[in-house]
């Protein structure tokens, strides 16, 4: 008798054990799925601090004289995108960026700043300002981010796989390869990339409207964004 | 005496199965740690640091599936895991450290494993975390692994 209700209790005291353990486990689970959660959104909001801040700061870094742009000089939203010849989420955001201009005629320009962060698309955005000196600046944007695919394996940036891509432009090739290693060409991308950094931009492509960062990455976000700004200034 | 005796198996699973969970939280928290620096943080992973997630995140199944019920075969599965990936973090801390040369680096392509984006305290780099990480977890399990065949 005195056996039997022993083993009981141990049957019990087991169950007990295995139940603790499942709440352990699960509660363990749960607080670091939180706290992972939690780490987001305190990182996003600092981050997201320092860049509204960083941008604030210096608005100087933001526009410069030698920054390609579209759109009409005395428009009053303006537009900056930190991008990488190299990077594929700039050139889905390209037509779309495109399409926004077109949606905001007159009323919005865009300068195009340089962040060549892959390997080897310096080389690129050398190309692109040695057929800016050509005055083919925009056709070859566009045929460079058309064919990224190609010239780009493994995020990888490769000139020579460019150049047959860019065959229909009617571009002076020997000219381009004299320019593309121009001292003022070094100065463009070594001042674009210090100001990215002043700027906090870390990833491309980065949006700028009116001197604002894009709070959170995404095209509604941006749509959003440039449509208070061209509300709130027309 | 009978019934002491599968009390005092009990009670031996109990601190092994603790053993096992405690290796657990610690493959969680490095999973997650590794995803909070590449997703949120942005630092984009080397190809070392590939190879040790690849041992990394199957831990946290294969021991977290070993916990409920218990068994302590889960070693035989989880500790070659645990070694192989303890010897890539090993070899990708004497890479960070200099002490391997340049020649026999496997990290020519894309994201330089040798670049520290984080030192706390001056030097608690991530492939060093890792390093402890993967240690920590061998140990649990080796010491389970006894316990368990005793």
């Not at chain 1, 742009?69 to 537009?79: F, I, N």
């Not at chain 1, 064919?147 to 090739?173: R, T």
Request: include cysteine.
């Amino acid at each position: 008798m005195k056996k039997r209700v022993q083993v009981k209790k141990d049957v019990q005291i087991k169950r007990e054990g295995i139940q603790l353990k499942k709440t352990l486990f699960i509660g363990s689970a749960v607080l670091l799925v939180l706290v992972f959660v939690i780490g987001i959104f305190l990182y996003e909001s600092e981050r997201l601090d320092k860049s509204a801040k960083a941008a604030a700061e210096n608005q100087a870094f933001l526009v410069r004289e030698h920054a390609p742009r579209l759109g009409p000089a005395d428009a009053k939203v303006h537009l900056v995108e930190f991008f990488d010849p190299a990077c594929g989420t700039c050139r889905e955001f390209y037509p779309l960026v495109k399409d926004l201009m077109k949606a905001n005629r007159d009323k919005i320009s865009l300068s195009l700043r340089y962040a060549p962060f892959h390997a080897g698309s310096d080389n690129v955005v050398r190309i692109l300002e040695a057929a800016r000196k050509q005055g083919k600046f925009w056709e070859t944007l566009e045929a460079v981010l058309a064919s990224q695919p190609f010239w780009a394996p493994n995020h990888k940036a490769q000139v020579e796989l460019l150049w047959p891509q860019l065959g229909k432009l009617g571009l002076d090739f020997e000219r381009i390869r004299r320019d593309m290693y121009a001292p003022e060409i070094d100065s463009i991308i070594k001042q674009d990339l210090a100001d990215a950094k002043a700027l906090n931009v870390t990833m491309t492509p980065e949006f700028f409207v009116n001197g604002r960062p894009l709070a959170d990455f995404g095209y509604p976000q941006l749509k959003k964004l440039v449509n208070d700004a061209v509300a709130k200034a027309y | 005496m009978n019934t002491s005796e599968p009390k005092e198996r009990d009670h031996s699973q109990e601190s092994t199965w603790t053993l096992v969970f405690l290796a657990w939280l610690i493959a969680s928290v490095s999973a997650l740690g590794a995803l909070f620096l590449s997703q949120v943080m942005g630092i984009a992973p080397c190809v070392l640091c590939w190879y040790q997630r690849i041992f990394m995140f199957p831990l946290v199944f294969i021991l977290a599936a070993g916990l409920f019920p218990f068994d302590a075969r889960l070693v035989r599965y989880a500790l070659p895991l645990t070694v192989v990936g303890w010897m890539i973090a090993l070899f990708h801390v004497l890479v960070v450290a200099d002490v391997i040369p340049e020649n026999i680096r496997p990290c020519a392509q894309g994201i330089p494993c040798k670049d520290q984006q984080i030192e706390w305290f001056g030097f608690l780099t991530i492939p060093l975390l890792s390093l402890i990480a993967f240690s920590l977890i061998g140990l649990l399990l080796l010491l389970t692994y006894f316990k368990a065949s005793k």
